[in-house]
């Protein structure tokens, strides 16, 4: 013989006069230390990256020359360039120099078949404004030719109906 369910209603008081920080719930105290404790670490470069391996160790310039800032303090703007003449020759002519062109005490960095090229940040972001410009016209010319009946096509592809009948 199976036996009845019982059903039993437990109905819980809260003391809602108290913050949950007065009940003791939160203690500011210790989120403080912890605040401080952060704050401290990130102040003492204890959060900065100590070590880099593989490939971004070879790009990058603090293992050439440290404590030298290649960026100036924002000012320019790094890049590694293939180390012939035809692109030395194009680079220059977007705005690239060699570091020690700009400064005496920068020193050019070469490994491999690369070498780093400095540019003043105002340039890059002039060329970033105009690379933008430019992709937002081409897409705007693209979907402006595109039929709606056809859907969204892919720039360099043109959507055709097939001509040829299955039966």
């Known amino acids: 013989m199976a036996t009845p369910a ?5 109905t819980v008081e809260m003391d809602t006069t108290q913050t949950p920080a007065e009940a003791g719930l939160i203690r500011p105290d ?3 230390s912890i605040q401080d404790e952060v704050a401290k670490k990130i102040k003492s470069r204890f959060m900065a990256v100590d070590t880099v391996s593989g490939t971004a160790q070879m790009f990058d310039t603090q293992n050439y020359h440290s404590g030298v800032d290649y960026t100036a303090g924002g000012q320019l703007v790094p890049r590694w360039v293939a180390a012939n003449e035809a692109n030395i020759i194009a680079k220059r002519m977007k705005g690239y120099f060699k570091p020690s062109e700009i400064s005496s005490q920068f020193k050019d960095i070469t490994m491999g078949n690369m070498t780093l090229m400095v540019r003043e940040s105002g340039k890059d972001r002039e060329h970033q404004a105009e690379v933008e410009t430019l992709n937002r016209n081409w897409e705007s010319k693209v979907n402006s030719q595109t039929k709606p009946n056809q859907g969204t096509g892919l720039g360099e ?10 039966g």
Do not use: L, P
């Not at 019982?6 to 437990?10: M, P």
């Not at 592809?157 to 299955?166: G, N, S, Y």
């Open 157 to 166: 592809f043109e959507v055709t109906k097939q001509k040829a009948i299955r």
């Open 6 to 10: 019982v059903s039993k209603t437990v």
């Open 30 to 32: 210790i989120n403080k």
